[in-house]
């Protein structure tokens, strides 16, 4: 009777532990904390549809380990206090998520990965910012002060006529540090920075925001400014007779669609540094591109469409490589796992260059300079 | 307590003491959107004496409400008796001008913000038990004083003021004295309250303060009831919860769905859903309730 009534407790103990393992999921939810309403919606867009992109790629492949991947958008709406919340909510369970954008909303929702120890790809912010999160986030970029000095210092290097430089500057996040990078670079070969104009964030009128800079006697001149903004200035300077197009630079977040739609023709001969060149030719890129042309009435990709892109197909490679499950029991011991594969990751293949990652951040990604022409960008050279 | 419960109240409490800030002031009619401005003067400056002095989180919170105070007595000398549109122009002004200062002072983390503020108490859990009981306390203390204010000589000559001034004026109620009265205690509440928002987060940009703020602000006032603090507690948390359990599909008409609630409120039900004669109605049955137990 003993060993009868031992054999149906352990029976049942094994059952219950049995019945409390749950099952792995039937797909992989990514989560994307993403601006998808508000006033950078249109950002949020393509960034939501770079990530939709991958997924869809990756699932007629097959799926990761054989499960569809499906991209969960959850809109922050640029509200810290919407963000914060949803990422309260989605520390429970997930694996790992996409975001937030942007920086507002990661300074407030981040701390709460942080705190879970879940891995959040913000790959649409600068390394100033991802670096407060490590190791549960990685940078998309490297340091500013590294990558934009050389860059701005090989823009200045093409004229041998560039001896003070004045920039345009709005302080917003990032971009008075970036600013200072630029600064630095043209420092260091010996061109004299004039005093900065600061462009406020409403600005409605440009005119005498580019008379203060004129009136400095610049031979080249910066921009961190929004995008139309950048534009509406370049309009301004060319009505008050500024002629050398090349001598003006325009950095990468005004890289965007509302640039060339504001500024179109008087943008030309302009230059402009980004992180991807819409003329490198491969497959996968070939294919984004053209899929993003039918998807958005013939535009080009903006500089941020596909870092999400290269987000998701990063953390299939982390599923994959590390023999991740997607079992809840070992959710905290996985999510480690993708954010340690992540920091150092070598040899990545993102959808236009490979690069390595050494914790957390990127160390070999080139960055370009080109020249606008009819609201296309024309290859100058690659800053390594 | 799981950690969306705790996102959801302490933003939902943060949300009502800055509706019940711009509540206070209205009650004279004035708008007073320095609240929003002193939010951030005074979170910064606590974020700046705990990352940058190291004072205990205590006596930066304290100084929150102190410098908030001190602005809000400050400019009441000069707007306590203004008319409404003054206000608001010296409310938007400010919020300008404490955004420009914030942004060009490296010492606060300038346009980048400040990072990585540290947990109260040590350890996440008791940080958060730590701000959800200061604002529990800050809660019940605000809505206790609001409710005695009502209740006073204070709030039916604040009643007096709103309808008329000069009626107000002419039965001798101090229209100045009252209104830097109420400017003062407003900014010290948006002071302390801001101190708690940033310490939520544990970080403080200056996006965590914008006109969004007081658009959400003046939601809950109008849309939950301007002539009773009843309101914004309504509808506080109906604002803010509500949007959260919407499917994904309408979350983006969100927006929408705001709008157009405010403007048929506005239309159909100017003074808001907590009208003052409901709260006057429902106290009477309460005490009467009251009245028949005994």
């Known amino acids: ?384 | 307590m799981p950690l969306e419960l705790y996102y959801f109240l302490s933003i939902t409490a943060v949300n009502i003491l800055l509706s019940w800030a711009l509540y206070l002031p209205y009650r004279v009619a004035h708008l007073h959107f320095i609240t929003v401005a002193n939010m951030a003067i005074s979170g910064y400056a606590a974020a700046w004496l705990v990352m940058s002095l190291h004072v205990p989180f205590g006596w930066a919170l304290l100084a929150g409400f102190v410098l908030g105070g001190l602005i809000g007595w400050l400019v009441s000398l000069f707007i306590g008796d203004a008319p409404t549109f003054a206000v608001v122009i010296v409310g938007f002004t400010f919020i300008f001008i404490a955004r420009t200062v914030i942004e060009n002072t490296p010492a606060v983390g300038g346009s980048m913000g400040i990072f990585g503020l540290p947990n109260i108490g040590g350890s996440p859990e008791t940080h958060r038990a730590t701000i959800m009981a200061i604002l529990a306390a800050m809660l019940l203390l605000v809505g206790f004083l609001l409710h005695r204010f009502e209740h006073s000589r204070l709030g039916r000559a604040a009643s007096a003021i709103f309808v008329d001034k000069d009626l107000a004026a002419s039965l001798g109620v101090d229209i100045r004295g009252l209104g830097r009265l109420l400017q003062t205690v407003s900014c010290t509440i948006a002071g302390g309250t801001g101190v708690l928002y940033g310490f939520i987060y544990k970080s403080f940009h200056l996006d965590f303060f914008t006109f969004g703020l007081v658009g959400i602000a003046m939601t809950i006032i109008f849309v939950g009831g301007y002539s009773t603090p009843w309101g914004t507690v309504v509808l506080a948390p109906i604002l803010y919860g509500v949007p959260l359990l919407f499917p994904p599909a309408i979350q983006e008409w969100r927006i929408v769905i705001y709008g157009a609630a405010l403007v048929l409120v506005l239309v159909l039900k100017p003074e808001g859903f907590v009208t003052r004669r409901f709260v006057v109605s429902v106290e009477s049955f309460l005490s009467g309730a009251t009245r028949k137990k005994r």
Request: charged residues 20%; glycine residues 8%; proline residues 7%.
């Open chain 1, 1 to 384: 009777m003993k060993k009868i009534l031992g054999f149906l407790i352990a029976a049942a103990l094994l059952l219950s532990v049995v019945g409390c393992q749950q099952p792995a999921p039937k797909e992989w939810d990514i989560p994307f904390l993403n601006s998808l309403t508000g006033a950078i919606a249109s950002i949020g867009e393509y960034l939501e549809w770079g990530a939709e992109r991958a997924a869809k790629e990756i699932n007629d492949a097959g799926g990761i380990k054989g499960k569809p991947v499906k991209i969960v958008p959850v809109d922050t709406a640029l509200d810290p206090q919407k963000g914060s919340t949803e990422m309260a909510r989605l520390v429970k369970n997930t694996l790992v998520a996409l975001g937030p954008v942007p920086e507002p909303v990661i300074m407030a929702a981040m701390p709460i990965a942080v705190e879970a120890g879940m891995p959040s790809i913000t790959a649409s912010t600068s390394l100033e910012y991802a670096q407060k999160f490590f190791p549960w986030t990685v940078s998309w970029l490297p340091s500013t002060q590294d990558r934009l000095a050389p860059l701005v210092a090989a823009w200045a290097k093409q004229f041998g006529d560039m001896k003070q430089v004045v920039q345009f500057v709005e302080n917003y996040g990032p971009w008075p540090g970036m600013a200072d990078a630029h600064a630095a670079g043209l420092a260091g070969l010996g061109i004299k920075m004039l005093d900065k104009v600061e462009v406020p964030s409403d600005a409605v009128t440009f005119g005498p925001l580019v008379v203060k800079a004129l009136s400095e006697k610049p031979d080249g001149i910066v921009f961190a400014c929004k995008p139309a903004s950048a534009a509406k200035l370049i309009k301004e300077l060319k009505s008050r007779g500024w002629k050398k197009m090349d001598h003006l630079l325009l950095f990468s977040s005004a890289d965007a669609p509302d640039l060339y739609t504001t500024g179109g023709k008087d943008l030309d001969g302009a230059q402009i540094y980004n992180y991807i060149n819409p003329d490198i030719d491969n497959p996968r890129w070939d294919a984004f591109k053209k899929a993003y042309g039918d998807a958005h009435g013939g535009q080009e990709p903006p500089s941020l469409s596909t870092n999400y892109y290269d987000a998701v197909y990063m953390i299939k490679d982390a599923i994959e490589k590390t023999g991740v499950t997607g079992l809840p029991g070992k959710l905290k011991q996985e999510r480690k796992m993708i954010a340690d594969y992540m920091a150092n990751v070598q040899g990545f293949h993102g959808i236009m260059f490979d690069w390595d990652m050494k914790d957390g951040v990127p160390t070999n990604k080139p960055s370009f300079i080109f020249k606008i022409q009819d609201a296309k960008k024309v290859l100058v050279q690659e800053v390594k």
